[in-house]
């Protein structure tokens, strides 16, 4: 299949405007928009620059060849140069491909990450609490911005619920995938026999709403203050801090308590429900143009099993792309996430491709 050549006409030809238009000195708004466009045009425009300059050598070798004036050792060793070239142009045209795949628009935005204890009891609100941990590692290796918004303790450790905002370039893109059932089979340190138990914790990530994402009606809401509690129910202040939102057209309820202020418990109450709301419009969005999202990776359907950890074989498997690594103690520091987040992107992307030369 051939590279679309006039759409990429259309970005070379846009991407000299772009660099014209900045030359002559426009506006400090206008220049900031040209710029985060000329931005993204830079990559695409050099990767083609490099394909065509790939094909033109490739074409160079092709005369050599068709030459019949050319002697024996001059023909072979034009022949094994063909080959590389060849594999090189193939390698650039799968990467101007890859740029020009429609892209996600949330992908460079900061997410909304929830994890939730699910079956297992104690066991499922400890292995919640080492998800959350190993997200937080994986973080602070991208120097992203973990912040909690709201956090429900196991009685053992752990968490039954925690709910935080993760800020950075590009994290939604990094976590996405992430959503789903996490299940973990492992011997739990209750447990006096030595017996495997599984158990399984929900992960949900959402991308971070701004404003313009989604309008939320003040009529559509049903704002209720309460005193804040703290473990076993217990008010843990004297003053109706806690703030619980309901959003009526969609059933959407956000409770939060963590601040001393009402007017920050609203806020944060706000961001979150703007994250949900946007969230359920992006997946029936998605789930209109896919009739099959199972069939995708990371089709952000949050009751499917998609990664089981097993200590006692020290292996993680995400059962999407059958993916098997012997690393559980690399991947729950998050030092080896990367290598499940960039299988999965593949995978993803592939899927992609195929979709558009089918």
Known sequence: MTLPLQKLDAIQSRHAIIT????????AETYVALSRELSELDPVVAALRDYQAAQAELAGVDAMLADPAIDAEMRELARSERDEVAERVDALERQVRLMLLPRDA??????????????????????????????????????WKVEILSESEGTMGGY???????????VFARLKFESGVHRVQRVPDTETSGRIHTSAATVAVLPIAEDVDVHIDDKDLQIDTMRAQGAGGQHVNKTESAIRITHLPTGIVVMMQEERSQHRNKAKAMDLLRSRVFDME??????????????????????????????PQGRVTDHRI???????????????????????????QAALLASQEG
Not at 20 to 27: K, N, Q, T, V, Y
Not at 284 to 297: G, L, P, T
């Open 160 to 170: 039954k619920e925690i709910v935080a905002e993760v800020h950075g370039k590009g």
């Open 106 to 143: 949330a992908d460079e935005r900061g997410a909304i990450l929830e994890v939730r204890a699910g079956t297992g009891g104690d066991e499922a609100a400890l292995f919640a609490g080492d998800l959350f941990r190993m997200y937080q590692r994986y973080a602070e290796m991208k120097r």
């Open 322 to 348: 059958n993916l098997t690594l012997y690393k559980l103690p690399q991947v729950m520091d998050g030092t080896a996430l990367d290598e499940v987040v960039d299988a999965l992107t593949t995978e993803h």
């Open 282 to 311: 992006r997946q029936k969005r998605d789930s209109e143009r896919a009739a099959d999202r199972r069939s995708q990776v990371g089709s952000g359907d949050r009751s499917e099993r998609i990664r089981t950890y097993n200590f």
């Open 20 to 27: 014209d238009r900045l030359s002559s000195g426009p506006d």
